[in-house]
């Protein structure tokens, strides 16, 4: 069983940073695809970014291209996902999710172990 716990949420003015962490445990972190998703009020979960197993494949959705920055250490068994130039559109409980094989998806539907969440939450 793995699991998957975010951190670093929290209360950022519009252009503030932000990293969230997401630590995994239970399996072979070297060897799975990770992604972070983001789910606002009234809305459906949306895909942010995912990076492969090695971090050689990186996805990002759209609109955080150029503010926000995947990575993970393999050795920590942590992904993290670096947020820079936050909009108040960013508000949103975010997600990590491991996928049990080596590359990375946008589709959530792939994605077998997710974390509670962490709530970021970005004011004007």
């Known amino acids: 069983q793995v699991q998957v716990v975010e951190s670093g949420g929290g209360l950022v003015q519009a252009g503030g940073s932000l990293r969230l962490s997401c630590a995994a445990s239970?399996?072979?972190?070297?060897?799975?695809?990770m992604g972070w998703f983001r789910q606002a009020p009234g809305k459906e979960r949306e895909f942010v970014a995912a990076?492969?197993?090695?971090?050689?494949?990186?996805y990002y959705e759209d609109s955080v291209k150029g503010r926000f920055t995947i990575s993970r250490d393999n050795a920590k068994n942590t992904v993290y996902l670096q947020m820079n130039s936050l909009k108040v559109e960013d508000t949103a409980i975010y997600y990590c999710?491991?996928?049990?094989?080596?590359?990375?998806?946008?589709?959530?539907?792939?994605?077998?172990?997710w974390g509670q969440g962490t709530q970021v939450t970005v004011s004007s």
């Open positions: 999710a491991a996928r049990l094989l080596a590359y990375a998806t946008r589709q959530a539907a792939e994605y077998d172990y």
């Open positions: 990076i492969s197993w090695s971090g050689s494949s990186i």
């Open positions: 239970g399996g072979t972190f070297s060897s799975y695809a």
